[in-house]
C-alpha cells in the first residue's frame, strides 16, 4: 500500500492497515505522536482501529524535550 | 564623546519597522513588552538573539547551566573564553547581548526553574519563550503560563528535526491537553546529536510567532503544531485544536495546576548522554565560594582539587570525577551517571563549606 507520510509517498509493507501499524512502522510507537489522516485528527484511543486506506495523506508529529 | 551617527537610535529597527505588518508602531510595541526566555542553551540563545536584535524592551533569562566546549556549535552567543572561565549560560548570555543592544533591558538568573522561582520572576512579563532541555521543566512553564495567563511559545528539537506549537491559555490546547504524562527522558538524550539549523529553524518558528503575538497580529498566528526535519526535507503542520480538554488540570476550568504544587525536595537527576548528575538542594542556599575554595586548598588537597572559581561556581575534580558547584547549592558531577557517587561527593564538598541558607 502507498501513503502519503509527511508529504513523501511511502510504500508501506503488507501488514500495514492501521494508524497503529503506521507508527509502529517509523519505530515511533514509544513516542508521544499526533497524527492526523486525510486532514483528521485522529484521537490516540483510535490508533488501533483507525484503518488507512491507500494513498491516504497522513501527518505524524512526534514530541521532543531537547533544545 | 561618541559621534551622534555613532549612537543607537531607534533607526536601527529601520528594516523591520519597514515591514508592513510590523511598523512603528509595532516597533515602538516590541519596545514596551517584556519576554521571559527559559533555557538559555542551543534554543535559548538564539531566541535571545533575535528578540534582543529585533528591540524587545526587556529579556529575562534563566539557566541553570554553565558553557562547555560542545555548546559553541551551536549555542551562537556564547565564546571559547566563556568556556575556558565555565561562565553560567544566563551570565554569558547577558554579557555578549549587552553588546549587541544596549537599549535592552537584559536580566539573568543562574538557576534551575522552579514554580517557586518562576512565580517570582513572572510579573509583567507579556509572553514566554520555550527554550528548555526537558519536559519536567516545561510542565511547570505550562503551569505558570495557565495561571498567569500568558502565551508561551513550545519549541523543541533533536538530530534534524524539531517542532514548535504557540499556546494561549483560555484559547488552545495547552501541554497538558497534548500529553498526559511526562514523557521520559529518552527524547532528549544527547546521544542523538544535534545540527544548528534544526535549532535556528525551530526558533525562526518561535520568534516569528513572538513578534506577531507581541504586535497585536493574532491574526497572523501559525495556530498549529508545525515540525519539520531538514535532513529528510519533511514539514509537517497538524491542526490540533481538538485536543483542548475541557477538564484539563492546568489549563480547564477546575485547574489545580499539579506542577506547582511539587514540594521543595532534594533532587538528583542524570543528564541523559552527558554523563553527568544534576544535584539540587531542597532549599536554595547562599555558598562562600572564595572561602570553600581557600580551604579546599589548605585542608582537603589530597583528596579534592580546584580548577578553577568565579562569581558563580567552583569546579574541582576528584580522579575521574569534576563537580561544578554552584553559589545556590546546586551542582553537576561529571563522570558520572551513579547518583549516589555524585551525592557522595556533593556531600564531602558541602561538609567543607559554611552554609548559609538564603
Ligand atoms: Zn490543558
Known amino acids: 500500500m502507498k501513503l502519503i507520510v509527511n508529504g513523501q509517498p511511502v510504500e508501506m509493507p503488507e501488514h500495514v492497515t492501521t494508524v497503529q501499524h503506521v507508527i509502529a512502522h517509523f519505530g515511533l510507537e514509544n513516542r508521544i505522536v499526533v497524527v492526523e489522516v486525510d486532514a483528521q485528527i485522529v484521537d490516540k484511543h483510535h490508533f488501533a482501529d483507525r484503518i488507512v486506506d491507500e494513498g491516504a495523506r497522513i501527518e505524524i508529529v512526534h514530541f521532543v524535550g531537547g533544545g | ?36 526566555i527559559v533555557g538559555a542553551g542551543a534554543l535559548g540563545s538564539t531566541s535571545a538573539e533575535t528578540l534582543v536584535r529585533a528591540g524587545v524592551g526587556h529579556v529575562t533569562i534563566i539557566d541553570r547551566d554553565y558553557v562547555e566546549w560542545s555548546n559553541l556549535q551551536r549555542q551562537q552567543l556564547y565564546t571559547e573564553e566563556n568556556v575556558r572561565q565555565r561562565m553560567p549560560k544566563a551570565i554569558a548570555a547577558k554579557q555578549h547581548l549587552e553588546r549587541i543592544n544596549a537599549n535592552v533591558q537584559i536580566d539573568a538568573y543562574v538557576l534551575d526553574a522552579r514554580g517557586e522561582d518562576l512565580e517570582r520572576l513572572i510579573t509583567g512579563v507579556d509572553l514566554i519563550m520555550d527554550a528548555c532541555d526537558n519536559f519536567e521543566t516545561r510542565f511547570i512553564l505550562n503551569d505558570i503560563a495557565a495561571k498567569y495567563r500568558i502565551p508561551w511559545i513550545y519549541g523543541a528539537c533533536i538530530g534534524s528535526y524539531g517542532l514548535s506549537y504557540t499556546i494561549l491559555p483560555g484559547d488552545t490546547p495547552c501541554l497538558s491537553c497534548m500529553m498526559d504524562i511526562i514523557p521520559n527522558g529518552g527524547e532528549s538524550c544527547d546521544v542523538d546529536g544535534i545540527i544548528a539549523p534544526a535549532v535556528q529553524m525551530v526558533v525562526a518558528h518561535q520568534t516569528a510567532e513572538a513578534f506577531k503575538l507581541l504586535t497585536g497580529n493574532h491574526d497572523a498566528l501559525h495556530r498549529k503544531l508545525v515540525s519539520f526535519d531538514l535532513w529528510n526535507n519533511q514539514y509537517t503542520a497538524i491542526n490540533i485544536q481538538a485536543m483542548k480538554k475541557q477538564g484539563c488540570s492546568s489549563c480547564g476550568d477546575q485547574a489545580t495546576y499539579p506542577y506547582l504544587q511539587s514540594p521543595a525536595t532534594e533532587k538528583a537527576a542524570i543528564l541523559c548522554g552527558r554523563d553527568t548528575v544534576h544535584l539540587r538542594p531542597s532549599e536554595a542556599m547562599k555558598l562562600d565560594l572564595r572561602t570553600l575554595s581557600e580551604q579546599i586548598r589548605q585542608y582537603h588537597s589530597r583528596q579534592l582539587q580546584v580548577d578553577i572559581m568565579n562569581d558563580f561556581l567552583l569546579s574541582a575534580h576528584r580522579d575521574e570525577q569534576r563537580i561544578v558547584l554552584f553559589v545556590d547549592g546546586r551542582a553537576l558531577v561529571h ?9 557522595q561527593l556533593y556531600i564531602q564538598m558541602i561538609n567543607i563549606s559554611t552554609v548559609s541558607t538564603r
Not at chain 2, 563522570?335 to 551525592?343: K, P, V
Open chain 2, 1 to 36: 564623546m561618541m559621534a551622534e551617527q555613532d549612537q543607537p537610535s531607534f533607526d536601527r529597527y529601520s528594516r523591520q519597522m519597514s515591514f508592513g505588518p510590523i511598523g512603528t508602531a509595532g516597533q515602538q510595541q516590541l519596545a514596551e513588552c517584556h519576554v521571559l
Open chain 2, 335 to 343: 563522570g558520572t551517571t551513579d547518583i549516589q557517587a555524585a551525592r
